[in-house]
């Protein structure tokens, strides 16, 4: 009864825990350089991609950035990008794209130093997350948005759903060895 109730709880944890983890997460670094030009500076992990993470792109909403500007000069990557405008389609959004021209970042692996700045056109606030995707062959592998960058280190829930299951597994374990 004990292992069964065990492996149960161990099984939940294992199961729940990975599915708020995403393959790709991009960081940034924000810095105000004034007169409301500011930078981002990109570090992007490639958390578990079977493949090399080689193209991902980062989006800059129309009407909230302008005047987009690559800051990095990255040996091994192909770096643009492309302002907000408003055309005969209406109002399209800006965008960083980067290609490696060599490995790229391996599955496991993080690479930082990719920056653009920018114009910020909205008064009220500060810029905050962007959406990003990452692309293979034509076709986009991963998307989500990138993070703040935490100079202080927070477990993901998943992490603190497992070692929550293991306390109680073990809380447990104690309380029914007592009764038994």
């Known amino acids: 009864m004990r292992r069964q109730l065990f492996l149960i709880i161990v099984l939940a944890a294992v199961i729940l825990g990975p599915a708020s983890a995403y393959?790709?997460?991009?960081?940034?670094?924000?810095q105000d350089?004034?007169?409301?030009?500011?930078?981002y500076d990109y570090t992007v992990q490639?958390?578990?991609l079977g493949t090399a993470l080689g193209e991902f792109t980062i989006w800059f909403d129309y009407g909230l950035y302008d005047?987009?500007?690559?800051?990095s000069a990255k040996a091994d990557w192909y770096e643009q990008s492309f302002d907000p405008v408003w055309d005969a389609t209406g109002p399209n959004d800006g965008f960083y794209n980067t290609i490696a021209l060599a490995a790229g970042i391996a599955p496991g692996a993080e690479e930082a130093g990719f920056?653009?700045?920018?114009?910020?056109l909205y008064d009220f606030a500060p810029p905050s997350s962007q959406r990003f995707e990452v692309i293979d062959a034509g076709q986009i592998i991963d998307?989500?948005?990138?993070?703040?960058?935490?100079?202080?280190?927070?477990?993901?829930p998943g992490?603190?759903?497992l070692v929550a299951g293991l306390v109680t597994a073990a809380f447990l374990m104690k309380l029914m060895e007592k009764r038994g």
């Open 33 to 39: 350089l004034g007169g409301n030009v500011w930078q």
């Open 23 to 30: 393959a790709t997460t991009i960081y940034y670094d924000l």
């Open 143 to 156: 998307q989500g948005l990138t993070v703040p960058m935490q100079h202080v280190t927070v477990p993901e």
């Open 67 to 71: 005047v987009l500007f690559v800051e």
């Open 159 to 161: 992490t603190l759903l």
């Open 115 to 120: 920056s653009v700045s920018f114009l910020w």
């Open 46 to 48: 490639n958390d578990s």
